[in-house]
């Protein structure tokens, strides 16, 4: 039997990194770095683009940013001694690169440059970067180690295989890799499969934290070369994951499998960037590290929007949020999720009756108040209404009231919501969901008026589905029964009901999910048997709500394609289905 | 003296496309290949992506979208005899590509794809497509012809240079360049400069139209190969250039011309996609074509803005636009475009006075309704303000009028102006220009409420050049004199003036076109000499408007950096400076 060389101690830092907060992410990185060492980690990995924050969009055109990003590398290496921190920022050569450092010994001894640029869906890296031409390991005790950036390693192939061909024994890859539904877990069987591709390690650092619409899920993962589970780090937290591998039996199981073949596609010059002494690590080690478990759909997606909620609000700077409670599901939930994310004294509700609201929801909304324990303000809207319709009596003589005279009352809504926003500093949470925002049935400038938008990537399916996962980890009432049951109506006119201008909620989720995100077309809804007119009604009424999206509020991405910058469509567009 | 080899008659059309109209735009293929063989034209050029229009955003990712354009191209081949025409649209063959198919004897002869694909400023063509490998030229009557598209000839060197080592006596670029102020004579020179770098003509087709955001120009070319203008098309309009040219005269300099060493740069091999005979011209030909003037700066962006706001109307098929006039400067400007761009009789006005408006102010908002024959709607707030004062009489108590005050009431003009939108199905124009968009000096939901934002990219200092321009050329009053000398206010509280929250606005719009333009930073503007307290108060504003601009409607790019697909900025940012 060979003999076992020595284990590697490996940190992974999943931190929470703000966009633009040099400052701050290079304070957190430092702090790292020294627990790291503290728990005798040989080396310390840190999320991509873990100095500037991601994605730092066009903060890259401003070459005085890149300048005090490099900076902070700098100054982060002179903390970095007996041990190595790969470290993720945007570097500005002869071009700029989506960069990883290798700091050891008191500065930079290496940058390797991310080689595959995401450029579809919410990303725009070549908007940016220019692609790395090199992959590149470096070796640490002994071992060697190879780097990948985020998309670099979801492909088979290069730079991960020339790496291992290099004698790779672990790949490390560091990420900013947005959430959706079930994404941890696509991301996990990957990189399973990744560390058998090439006979090695993975180690895989995610960042964790919402950055407007998107949210990082962190999920750390390391995977040792048979593709079996090492650590797993807690979604949706910072997690400091200190794991011993022993790299060794990478090699081992190398020797021993002919067909240690990775796939390269071309071979490309592997370049050895540093080679590095770290104190070795002695006496008894018990390979492996924690293994957190990953949630189950309902509070995935649950976490994922109080994650949203609570780092858009904070690093905003945003002491309170304010919303306004109808009594119906979507905003139940909302004010639900706001609760959990930033708790009772930092949410505020307003309740804001019109004649066409029943009594039933009013007590709902004020019920679900006292549930939460959120402070309550009430605005009839009766006086305003009536006011309105005086001042627009000349202009709408001999016309019937209808959708102009309902949006006058959706709007009046905002309009107070806003009003104490300005007056307090609170920021507005609006309320709406998927499967409204997608067919327009929202008010512009009415319940669309907020700085964020809970729900605004949630069908309304899932809207429901939430709901009873939350109620049901409750330890009392939370939503009432009623709010579940109601058929659900934007009561803007006496007796309405969504049903009445829209198909069911699971019909029209089934379609949506279709037509907008995979890119089916009518034809081939209708092939899977859904009715042509009601296709064709979803079809017409989705295109022309583009307007109104366009000026919605960003809203926390949970689907693998959700509003805003994932969704990029012309507003002026005359192609249909 | 060597023999005259026959002249080439070109037709460039100059065409308006609209995004996804892929029947109408080939009808508008078709009337010009019709017309081209009818005027004895040997080659028709359309412009880029002609067929699906241009920018299709993510309606690309839908393979029906693509499967119906290149049906059209089938359909639109089908049509071109006796002649050749160059087509754009996007290819999806394995890949998809930014395509120009060459018809001729009713079919697809061959297909060039662009080489160089922008994916910076409002361009995202990498999120789509994927990049040609081979410059091509085709034969017609024994001239060649190099081809290109757009970004392929804005850099010196190959495909033209190859093309042109090739034999290409002429280069044709296909384009969808779109406008900002100075744009077309910038292009020019840059296109002068090609034609002498490859000693070939240049045959330039560009779009002219507005999209969403963007404007195309026209502006369409043809250069010789000294660089002298042969033809040049009006700008803002659809054109139809018919051209002959001599291209046996670029052989003849290049056999006299030693220097020519086109500036390849890594020499690739060149497809002769089509050897293509049409009918010769015969009898005397007067070399040359049609030579538009260019137009001075204020009319250009004049131009520009009523062509914006003409296709995004009409395109969009609203009957009728509506505006809010205040008697101030913007709103003035915006009403007298809109007039220009769609006839009086298509725009109405709202005089929505509150208390804080003074009788000029109403005065001059009327006279001006006047001047411009605009149907004129009265709407006073007081009783509205006055309901909305009862409603939040509780919440407010015992604090101080200010912002939310003022907001309230530009929230109730925009909730006004909705109504008449909603209900008569108008679109609202929004009157705020690029200075106020930048430090947020606007109301979300208030006077940003609205479709479409013509002076969005308007600085306040070019407001009023531009309607000095436009008083110039009116025979007689049209903007009032008072208008232009007042200074300018919100009147959203007593003797409200900008300058009292701003800097004056010729050093607003200094900082702001640095700042925002030039990705300048606080150091640097500083060292301009602009004051550090100024410059750090404009910049914290234009950074904390991020979230408003978000939530902005679309408005017409005149300058090098438009707010929009343009810039893309992070709500969620601590970098400063």
Same mark, same amino acid.
Do not use: C, N, S
């Given at each position: 039997m060979a003999p076992i060389a020595q284990p590697l101690r490996i940190a992974l830092a999943q931190i929470n990194t703000t966009v633009g907060d040099i400052d701050g992410n290079a304070d957190a990185i430092v702090g790292g770095v020294r627990r790291a060492r503290a728990e005798g980690a040989q080396v310390a990995v840190f999320p991509e683009l873990a100095v500037n924050g991601y994605p730092p969009e066009d903060l890259l055109l401003k070459t005085h940013f890149l300048a005090a990003g490099r900076e902070a590398v700098d100054e982060i290496a002179a903390e970095v001694d007996d041990m190595v921190a790969l470290v993720g920022f945007a570097e500005h050569a002869e071009d700029v690169y989506n960069s990883l450092a290798i700091l050891a010994d008191g500065r930079v001894q290496g940058i390797y440059r991310k080689m595959f640029l995401p450029n579809y869906g919410v990303f725009d890296e070549q908007r940016y970067f220019q692609a790395g031409e090199s992959p590149a390991v470096i070796e640490v005790n002994g071992t060697t180690l190879g780097l990948t950036i985020c998309e670099d390693i979801w492909e088979p192939g290069p730079p991960a295989s020339d790496e291992a061909l290099a004698g790779a024994e672990v790949i490390v890859n560091v990420s900013a890799s947005p959430y959706h539904m079930g994404k941890g877990a696509e991301r996990e069987r990957m990189l399973v499969q990744r560390a058998r591709d090439n006979l090695a390690y993975v180690v895989f650092c995610n960042l964790v934290g919402g950055q407007d619409e998107l949210v990082f899920d962190g999920y750390s993962l390391v995977i040792d070369q048979d593709g079996e589970l090492v650590a797993r780090a807690a979604q949706f937290q910072e997690e400091f994951v200190v794991c011993d591998i022993d790299p060794s039996t990478a090699q081992r199981v190398r020797l021993r499998d002919?067909?240690?073949?990775?796939?390269?596609r071309s071979r490309q010059a592997v370049a050895t960037l540093a080679a590095v002494g770290a104190p070795a690590r002695h006496g008894a080690t018990e390979i492996g590290g924690p293994r957190a478990k990953p949630l189950e759909p309902g509070p995935e997606v649950y976490g994922a929007l109080c994650l949203g909620v609570r780092d858009y609000v904070d690093k905003n700077g945003f002491e309170r949020v304010l919303l306004g409670l109808s009594g119906g599901i979507d905003s139940a939930l909302t004010a639900t999720i706001a609760v959990d994310a930033l708790g009772p004294e930092r949410v505020a509700c307003a309740v804001m009756p019109s004649p066409y609201s029943s009594e039933e929801t009013q007590e709902d909304a004020r019920r679900l108040a006292e549930n939460l324990g959120i402070e309550r303000f009430e605005l009839p809207l009766e006086e305003v209404m009536s006011a309105y319709r005086q001042a627009l009596a000349q202009a709408f003589e001999g016309t019937e009231p209808g959708v102009a005279e309902e949006n006058v009352q959706a709007r009046i809504r905002g309009n107070l919501l806003m009003a104490l926003s300005n007056k307090f500093g609170w920021l507005v949470l609006t309320t709406g969901n998927k499967s409204e925002y997608s067919v327009g049935y929202t008010t512009l400038y009415g319940?669309?008026?907020?700085?964020?938008?809970?729900?605004?990537?949630? =069908?309304k399916t899932w809207v429901y589905r939430l709901a009873h996962f939350r109620n049901a980890v409750a330890?009392?009432?939370?939503?009432?029964?009623s709010v579940l049951a109601r058929a659900p109506s934007a009561?803007?006119? =006496?007796?309405?009901?969504d049903e009445d201008s829209l198909p069911p909620y699971d019909m029209l989720d089934e379609i949506l999910e279709e037509y907008i995100e995979e890119d089916q077309g009518r034809e081939q809804l209708i092939r899977r048997g859904l009715p042509a007119e009601v296709v064709d009604k979803v079809i017409r009424l989705v295109d022309l709500a583009e307007y109104k999206r366009r000026q919605a509020p960003p809203g926390i991405k949970i689907s693998p394609k959700a509003f805003g910058r994932d969704r990029r469509l012309p507003i002026t567009n005359k192609f249909r289905g």
């Open positions: 002919t067909r240690h073949r990775p796939t390269a319940d669309m008026a907020g700085g964020f938008a809970v729900l605004k990537d949630v =069908p330890p009392g009432e939370l939503i009432p029964a009561e803007l006119r =006496p007796d309405q009901r």
